[in-house]
């Protein structure tokens, strides 16, 4: 609204964020988002400019910033090239249901459509920017007067927290610098009613109670709602087991005698025992996507099915929906389920999928996760990519008892954990544990120094086999092993980081020994470390696809 002080459009933009408890902006510096980098300086000093090495880590740092406090996420790129490096982050954002706000500067206006460089206005045959962004957000706008900041800054950020995904503001340079009398305003709040629980919902559950034994299946729209004691509570007045999705490890405690372990292709096969005991499944926060139920189709027949989203599930035919807010709505239920609850059945433990020992020299996957499982401190944030290493970290190593387990399956970037761990140091700073492959490592490995140049409590964890090895498997078992296109020739990661950073604690250990005297030495320091752990490229990973059939 007219009438304030007159002031830049980005010296607004950065009081708006501040004054919406936003601490970290994420970004990769650049001519055309420079203003926007000159306000924060010039700013209140509450708010931070973070600038990463690549324009996807430091939208992975945003999202992980997010992921590990309930915080907006903020990210800030450049024109042409910068801004095109963003798309991967925003789709995972989009995916994965993550508020992220993006700023994007954009060349000044009068040169768009004439030639100028970096052009995405979509003019004169230029690449059009607002299109492709529109594609991977939830809201996308181009600022193309100064006045129009105060409507579409609240706007954006009220549409990435309320339909939880990325919102984009494209930002010409001069539309940056120019002056405006706009007072920013947030969008009066909108909070969700839980109302009376369906009629269905409540029926189903109570059904569930007297009939025998129930599984709560929980995904990471409990994560997004910060219901994990509601989630707890349900579990507990259905007597009903819990299983958890790959990307919400955390949300149940790994160590409670209800937990039955993690579905999906690399889960836990004693998920699929106790679903095929089961009369009634509750998912929770999900709508029971492909990678989480993976080897449970054949269970699913003849189950009740009882879903606690906003969305229906991709499972089921007429399924009570209960469509509230999700913390509200788990407690409801919990209180609407009077009387003594049930005895939890009693189930045969954690069962896992196939998998090697350590003998000798061949050193074994499933040691290696517990050797780091022993140094986790219970309040770390542990931080895991997807491919090989991502199956045996997620099967063997429980989520942190009072920390957090992130791992980005919306599009399973490679890379993404080294951003999103430095955002959750960022954001908590407590240890955090970033684990990845060589393979991840070689694309946005980098990182490590924004961990340098911030002195972050990172610990870096690099499963060294030389090569892609998820893909590498893939290639030995369904195709001709004898031709691989991704083997690595070795190499040394662990001396490599040494010799380009000297002030931070890296080597390369071969041992289950080694690896264990270099955690307890790292996680007593503040500052960042790495070690690179030796593996073998032929060992499978705890993954169902990769599990012999039998005959």
């Given at each position: ?13 950065v ?26 300086a ?22 992980g910033?997010h992921?590990?406090?309930?915080r ?7 024109s ?36 100028a460089?970096?052009?995405q206005?979509?003019l ?6 607002p299109?492709?962004?529109a ?11 100064p ?11 009220r549409?990435?927290?309320?339909e ?24 009066p ?6 109302g ?38 349900l ?71 009882v ?5 229906a ?6 399924v ?6 999700l ?5 409801l ?10 005895a ?16 000798g ?17 219970e ?24 920390g957090?387990?992130l ?12 951003g ?5 140091a ?9 684990l ?11 990182e ?27 290639e ?13 020739r070795?190499s040394d ?6 010799a ?10 071969r ?9 307890a ?14 593996m073998?490229?032929?060992e ?12």
């Open positions: 609204m007219p009438g304030g002080e007159r002031k830049r459009v980005v010296d607004r933009i009081e708006h964020l501040d004054a919406a408890g936003v601490r970290h902006v994420f970004g990769v510096h650049g001519a055309n988002v420079e203003d926007l980098y000159d306000a924060i010039r700013g209140s000093g509450r708010v931070a400019g973070v600038v990463g090495k690549h324009e996807f880590s430091a939208g992975a740092m945003a999202e910033y992921r590990a406090s309930n907006l996420a903020v990210v800030a790129a450049t042409g090239g910068g801004a095109l490096n963003l798309v991967p982050a925003l789709g995972e954002a989009y995916a994965s249901g993550v508020p992220l706000l993006a700023l994007i500067g954009q060349p000044p206006s009068s040169l768009e459509g004439r030639g460089f970096q052009d206005s979509g004169n045959g230029s690449l059009n920017g299109a492709l962004f594609a991977v957000s939830r809201f996308c706008a181009r600022v193309d007067k006045d129009e900041i105060a409507d579409l800054l609240p706007r954006a950020i549409t990435a927290e309320r939880r995904g990325p919102a984009v503001l494209l930002l010409p340079k001069d539309v940056q610098q120019a002056w405006t009398e706009a007072e920013l305003v947030d969008l709040a909108e909070e969700d009613e839980p009376e629980l369906d009629g269905r919902v409540l029926r189903a559950l109570e059904a569930a109670r007297s009939s025998g034994p129930t599984l709560v299946v929980a995904g990471s729209g409990v994560v997004r709602a910060d219901a994990r004691a509601e989630l707890a509570s579990a507990a007045s259905l007597g009903a087991w819990v299983a958890v999705e790959p990307d919400a490890k955390d949300v149940f405690d790994n160590h409670d005698p209800r937990f039955v372990g993690v579905a999906g292709a690399n889960g836990h096969p004693s998920v699929r025992h106790c679903l095929d005991r089961a009369r009634t499944l509750v998912l929770v926060g999900t709508r029971f996507p492909q990678v989480a139920r993976a080897g449970l189709e054949a269970s699913l027949a003849g189950k009740a099915i879903c606690f989203d906003r969305h599930p991709h499972v089921g035919d007429e009570p929906l209960e469509t509230g807010e913390r509200a709505s788990l407690r239920a919990a209180q609407r389920l009077p009387g003594q609850p049930p939890t059945p009693p189930h045969d433990g954690l069962d896992h999928l196939p998998h090697e020992r350590t003998e020299d061949r050193i074994a996957l499933r040691e290696v996760v517990g050797t780091i499982a022993e140094a986790v401190p309040d770390a944030v542990v931080v895991s990519d997807a491919g090989n290493t991502g199956c045996g970290v997620l099967h063997f190593l429980p989520a942190p008892a009072r957090r387990y791992l980005a399956l919306g599009m399973g970037g490679m890379g993404f954990s080294f999103a761990g430095l955002g959750a960022f954001a908590t700073g407590r240890r955090t544990f970033v990845a492959g060589d393979g991840s490592f070689y694309m946005h490995g980098m490590v120094h924004t961990a340098v140049e911030h002195d972050l409590p990172v610990t870096f964890v690099i499963f060294n086999n030389n090569s892609h090895a998820a893909c590498k498997s893939r030995e078992l369904f195709y001709d092993a004898d031709n691989t296109y991704n083997a690595f070795p990661i662990g001396a490599g980081i040494a380009m950073f000297p002030s931070i604690r890296a080597r390369t250990v041992t289950l020994e080694e690896l264990r005297a270099f955690l030495d790292s996680t007593a320091t503040t500052g960042p470390s790495l070690v690179s752990i030796e073998r490229s032929d499978m990973p705890p993954y169902l696809p990769f599990v012999p059939t039998e005959d």
